[in-house]
C-alpha cells in the first residue's frame, strides 16, 4: 500500500487534481475495468472510493486519480511517494461489461474522464470503434487528453468558456453525434462518468435516440461491500447498492434527484469539520462525490 509515485495533473485555484501509482499487487492483479478500490489514508480516517484508473501488473501497482474535495483527499494530496496508505480494499464493484458493440461514444465530464480511460482502452481493444467526448470547465482543468487520443478512434473536445475545443457542453456534441449519425454508422452505446448532472443529461439525450446509456454512480459509500446501505441508489424503481450492485447502471433508470439529494446529507458535518481543522479551500459540497465530483 505504499504510494510509488505521485504527480499533479491539475494545480488551478480551485481545483487540484492528483495522479498517484499505489503498490497493490494482488489487486493490479485482479482489477479490471469500471472496478473501484475504497482507501483509508489515516487509521481514524474515513473511507473513500476511488476508480481504478489503470494498473501494470509487472510492478504490481496500481493508478489512482482523485480531486482535492474534502477532508480525506486533502490528506491523501498530501501524503508522497514512500508513504503508505493505512488500509485498502478492492477491487470492488462490478467490472465494466466490454465486448464489441460495434460503434461507441464514451463521455467524460471533469475528473470522470480518468474513468472513462480504463474502458476506453477495453473497448478498443475488443474491437469497438471509440468516439470519445471530453469536458471540462476550461482548457487548465482537462485531463489525460493525449491518453484518450490514443485509446479512441475519434476525439471530441468541449470547454464550458471556450478556451479549448469548442465552446459549451458535452451533450451539444453529443446531440450532434447522434443527430447526424447514419443507420449505417450508428451508435450502439453511450458510456458516461463525469458530475451528476451531466451524467443525468447524457442519459435524458441518448434516451431521445433510444440508445442505452451505462453510467458510473458515485453515491455516499461506507464499507463499499454492500453491508452499511450507504450507497443505495434507485434505479428502475428499485433499490440498489451502488457499491455490489453497480456502480455501473443504467442511466435511463436511475433516479438522479434522489442520487442528489443523498449526495447532500452530510453537507453540514463536513463544513463543520472544515472549519474546525481550518482546512481552507474546502468543498463540502462536493466532499462525498469523490469518485468524479462535480
Ligand atoms: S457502501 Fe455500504 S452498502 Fe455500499
Known amino acids: 500500500m505504499q504510494i510509488i509515485k505521485k504527480e499533479i495533473l491539475v494545480q488551478a485555484p480551485d481545483v487540484i487534481i492528483k495522479r ?14 469500471g472496478q473501484f478500490v475504497v482507501v483509508m489514508v489515516s487509521e481514524l ?15 504490481g ?13 486533502k490528506l491523501l494530496g498530501k501524503m508522497n511517494a514512500g508513504n503508505s496508505l493505512y488500509a485498502l480494499a478492492g477491487p ?13 461514444i464514451l463521455v467524460g ?20 470503434h471509440i468516439t470519445a467526448i471530453l469536458g471540462a470547465r476550461n482548457k487548465d482543468l482537462l485531463i489525460l487528453e493525449q491518453e484518450l ?14 478556451s479549448y ?35 443525468k443529461e447524457v442519459s435524458r439525450v441518448a434516451n431521445n435516440f433510444k440508445i442505452k446509456t451505462i453510467v458510473s454512480l458515485n453515491p455516499l459509500m461506507v464499507d463499499g461491500t454492500g453491508m452499511c446501505g450507504c450507497c443505495r441508489v434507485t434505479v428502475s424503481n428499485k433499490t ?16 438522479w434527484d434522489e442520487l442528489t439529494q443523498r449526495n447532500m446529507a452530510y453537507l453540514d458535518k463536513e463544513r463543520h469539520i472544515c472549519s474546525i481543522i481550518n482546512l481552507v479551500p474546502c468543498h463540502p459540497e462536493r466532499a462525498h462525490s469523490l469518485r468524479h465530483p462535480e
Do not use: W
Not at 167 to 193: C, H, M, P, R, W
Open 20 to 33: 498517484i501509482e499505489v503498490l497493490s499487487p494482488l489487486i493490479a492483479k485482479a482489477a479490471q475495468p
Open 45 to 59: 480516517g474515513e473511507r473513500i472510493p476511488l476508480t481504478i484508473v489503470d494498473r501494470d501488473i509487472k510492478n
Open 61 to 73: 501497482a496500481i493508478t489512482l486519480i482523485f480531486q482535492e474535495v474534502g477532508l480525506t483527499t
Open 92 to 104: 470492488l464493484g462490478h467490472a465494466t461489461e466490454i465486448k464489441n458493440y460495434g460503434k461507441l
Open 109 to 128: 465530464g471533469g475528473v470522470g474522464i480518468a474513468e472513462i480511460y480504463p474502458a476506453a482502452k477495453a473497448f478498443k481493444e475488443a474491437g469497438n
Open 149 to 162: 487520443k490514443a485509446s479512441s478512434n475519434e476525439l471530441h473536445i468541449t470547454t464550458d468558456d471556450g
Open 165 to 199: 475545443g469548442r465552446k459549451g457542453f458535452v451533450t451539444d456534441i453529443l446531440e450532434n453525434l447522434l443527430t447526424y449519425s447514419s443507420q449505417l454508422t450508428a451508435y450502439s452505446l453511450i458510456y458516461a462518468v463525469g458530475p451528476i448532472p451531466m451524467m
Open 240 to 255: 440498489k447498492f451502488s457499491c455490489v450492485d453497480g456502480p455501473e447502471f443504467d442511466g435511463a433508470q436511475v433516479d
